[in-house]
T-cell receptor
Framework: NAGVTQTPKFQVLKTGQSMTLQCAQDMNHNSMYWYRQDPGMGLRLIYYSASEGTTDKGEVPNGYNVSRLNKREFSLRLESAAPSQTSVYFC????????????FGPGTRLLVL | RKEVEQDPGPFNVPEGATVAFNCTYSNSASQSFFWYRQDCRKEPKLLMSVYSSGNEDGRFTAQLNRASQYISLLIRDSKLSDSATYLCVVNPRGHNAGNMLTFGGGTRLMVKP
């Protein structure tokens, strides 16, 4: 079992460029999440998907879009990257929203110049 | 006021020492509490849940004080391998985004030889 995988591991973008962060889990989990982590801020929820076919905004959704492609995959898209989106992005999954143990992917380090 | 607050540290302790971290939360309706561990440049992983009666897992003890709205983590006989950032995590039931976890900014522990 790979658990939760994320690609790419690192990315450098110029302001205004777009990109999609990919996430996949092989644990047959229903719920998936995207977080960003900034120094001193803790993990902040961007979007989540309670189950296949549904997505909802989290605490900091502006500038991002998501797609729950199927039960395994949940992608995060930056349409027009801004320097404020420089961060480490973590994808996570759990059995359900009510299941509080979340399993995290290794993260994507994004730098927007 | 942040929903979950932690002293960022770092806490520098010698091997074998006992160290304790506290975390305060603002939502008195919160139902579930956890400690996650995050190694440098890695993803967070669940360390232990925190129950009302307190719980122990080897050298780690977690306590909950609902009246004062804080949780604590005690590490006895510190090992070099305990060096990490410890994230306090709260499930603020009633949050308008559903059963979402709220993460503190983390407390960094450095255990020295």
């Amino acid at each position: 079992n790979a658990g939760v995988t994320q690609t790419p591991k690192f990315q450098v973008l110029k302001t205004g460029q777009s990109m999609t962060l990919q996430c996949a889990q092989d644990m047959n989990h229903n719920s998936m999440y995207w977080y960003r982590q900034d120094p001193g801020m803790g993990l902040r929820l961007i979007y989540y998907s309670a189950s296949e076919g549904t997505t909802d905004k989290g605490e900091v959704p502006n500038g991002y879009n998501v797609s729950r492609l199927n039960k395994r995959e949940f992608s995060l898209r930056l349409e027009s990257a801004a320097p404020s989106q420089t961060s480490v992005y973590f994808c996570a999954s759990s059995e359900g929203l009510a299941r509080e143990t979340q399993y995290f992917g290794p993260g994507t380090r994004l730098l927007v110049l | 006021r942040k929903e979950v607050e932690q002293d960022p540290g770092p806490f520098n302790v010698p091997e074998g020492a006992t160290v304790a971290f506290n975390c305060t939360y603002s939502n008195s309706a919160s139902q579930s509490f956890f400690w996650y561990r995050q190694d440098c440049r890695k993803e967070p992983k669940l360390l232990m849940s925190v129950y009302s009666s307190g719980n122990e897992d080897g050298r780690f003890t977690a306590q909950l004080n609902r009246a004062s709205q804080y949780i604590s983590l005690l590490i006895r006989d510190s090992k070099l391998s305990d060096s990490a950032t410890y994230l306090c995590v709260v499930n603020p039931r009633g949050h308008n985004a559903g059963n979402m976890l709220t993460f503190g900014g983390g407390t960094r522990l450095m255990v020295k030889p």
